[in-house]
């Protein structure tokens, strides 16, 4: 069964950063699309979304603040890097995945919550002014 876990969140100031971390398990073989994703009072926003083999997806606003990538001892942790936070960035963050989207279809859609089928429980992330 898949997995996923969420940690990283926190409060920090405006203009700080902070890195989120998603550990992915029982995955059946070698291969997922994950995307970090967010709750906006209009729903759930994708962010970004990266493939096991590194190819990423970036939401326009995304975009220069964000960053997402594979810890380089274990591509099943993913990282979303949030740098010049702003406190409108304040959401629950959650990690999703499906463990079957090849690297073309998850450069297409990673960030779609439709297409992600598991998902984490998200960290919460707070940024003050």
């Known amino acids: 069964q898949v997995r996923l876990v969420e940690s990283g969140g926190g409060s920090v100031q405006a203009g700080g950063s902070l890195r989120l971390s998603c550990v992915i398990s029982g995955l059946p073989d070698d291969n997922y699309c994950l995307g970090w994703f967010r709750q906006t009072p209009k729903g759930r926003e994708g962010i970004a979304a990266i493939h096991t083999d590194g190819t990423t997806l970036y939401e326009n606003f995304a975009k220069g603040r964000f960053s997402i990538s594979q810890d380089d001892d274990d591509k099943n942790t993913v990282y979303l890097q949030m740098v010049n936070l702003k406190p409108e960035d304040s959401s629950l963050y959650s990690c999703?995945?499906?463990?079957?989207?090849?690297?073309?279809?998850?450069?297409?859609?990673?960030?779609?919550?439709?297409?992600?089928?598991?998902w984490g429980q998200g960290t919460r992330v707070r940024v003050t002014s």
């Open positions: 999703a995945a499906d463990p079957k989207l090849s690297a073309g279809w998850c450069k297409l859609y990673g960030t779609y919550e439709t297409w992600m089928n598991v």
